[in-house]
Nanobody, 122 residues
Framework: QLEESGGGLVQPGGSLRLSCLVSGGSFGLYAMAWFRQAPGKEREFVAAISDGGAGTRYVDSVKGRFNISRNNAENTVYLQMNGLKSEDTALYYC?????????????????WGQGTQVTVSS
């Protein structure tokens, strides 16, 4: 089970940190990722982190602004979002993959959370 938290309303240029708590499995064996879906758009990849945390990958639009990290002792993956823009407004999902090292395709993930809403607006 994946449970996201930390979303909310923030002004442009602001920051938020999303969290995803994972229960019911061996968290340290899963690559984790964040996806997002804006209104009227398809869900897209945002960032991924390998099972041990050594590898990370980001979509170009968030490079230099977002940082994905994980704490395997606390079964939690984070997404630190800085310099937020209106185009970052979306429902953000956490996902887990046991099969792949650093996946980015939605079909590579076996488990998904329900999402947390991020709204960037003045």
């Amino acid at each position: 089970q994946l449970e996201e938290s930390g979303g909310g309303l923030v002004q442009p240029g602001g920051s938020l940190r999303l969290s995803c708590l994972v229960s019911g499995g061996s968290f340290g064996l899963y690559a984790m990722a964040w996806f997002r879906q804006a209104p009227g758009k398809e869900r897209e990849f945002v960032a991924a982190i390998s099972d041990g945390g050594a590898g990370t990958r980001y979509v170009d639009s968030v490079k230099g602004r977002f940082n994905i990290s994980r704490n395997n002792a606390e079964n939690t993956v984070y997404l630190q979002m800085n310099g937020l823009k209106s185009e970052d407004t979306a429902l953000y999902y956490c996902a887990a993959s046991r099969k792949y090292y650093l996946p980015t395709f939605q079909t590579s993930f076996e488990y998904w959370g329900q999402g947390t809403q991020v709204t960037v607006s003045s």
